[in-house]
């Protein structure tokens, strides 16, 4: 089975079809904060992760690991506060909230 997977760069559109990606602003948000632990040299690479049920953007502290953190968007949450998520490299929720900058912006990144 053959999929193609596009990276929507202009998705403000009021007609949506089945895109599972994070959105432009979501996205934005992710990458100042790589970009900012990237420049205090706590994070060295990330990779992407999508599927028809959620999409992870992965940090590593280095390419040859696993991945240290998932921050993911669930596109169908069993409540509202899973829709964003913070997990480790086993898959446990360090955080979650229903807004991701709210999420990003609560978390001491030097803690966990």
Same mark, same amino acid.
């Given at each position: 089975?053959?999929?193609?997977?596009? #990276?929507?760069?202009?998705? $403000?559109?009021?007609?949506?079809?089945?895109?599972?990606?994070?959105?432009?602003?979501?996205? %934005? +948000?992710?990458?100042?904060?790589? &970009? !900012?632990?990237?420049?205090?040299? +706590?994070? !060295?690479?990330?990779?992407?992760?999508?599927?028809? !049920?959620?999409? $992870?953007?992965?940090?590593? !502290?280095?390419? &040859?690991?696993? &991945?240290? /953190?998932? =921050?993911?968007?669930?596109? %169908?949450?069993? *409540?509202? *506060?899973?829709?964003?998520?913070? +997990? @480790? *490299?086993? *898959?446990? =929720?360090?955080?979650?909230? /229903?807004?991701?900058?709210?999420? #990003?912006?609560?978390? @001491?990144?030097? %803690?966990?």
């Amino acid at each position: 089975m053959n999929r193609e997977l596009k #990276l929507v760069v202009n998705n $403000s559109s009021k007609v949506r079809e089945n895109k599972f990606f994070f959105e432009k602003k979501e996205l %934005k +948000t992710i990458l100042n904060l790589y &970009a !900012k632990m990237v420049s205090r040299g +706590t994070w !060295k690479d990330y990779g992407l992760h999508i599927s028809s !049920k959620k999409v $992870s953007f992965s940090v590593f !502290k280095n390419s &040859a690991e696993n &991945a240290v /953190y998932n =921050i993911s968007k669930n596109f %169908k949450p069993s *409540n509202k *506060n899973l829709r964003y998520l913070i +997990t @480790d *490299n086993r *898959n446990r =929720i360090i955080k979650n909230s /229903y807004n991701l900058e709210v999420l #990003l912006s609560n978390i @001491d990144w030097k %803690k966990i």
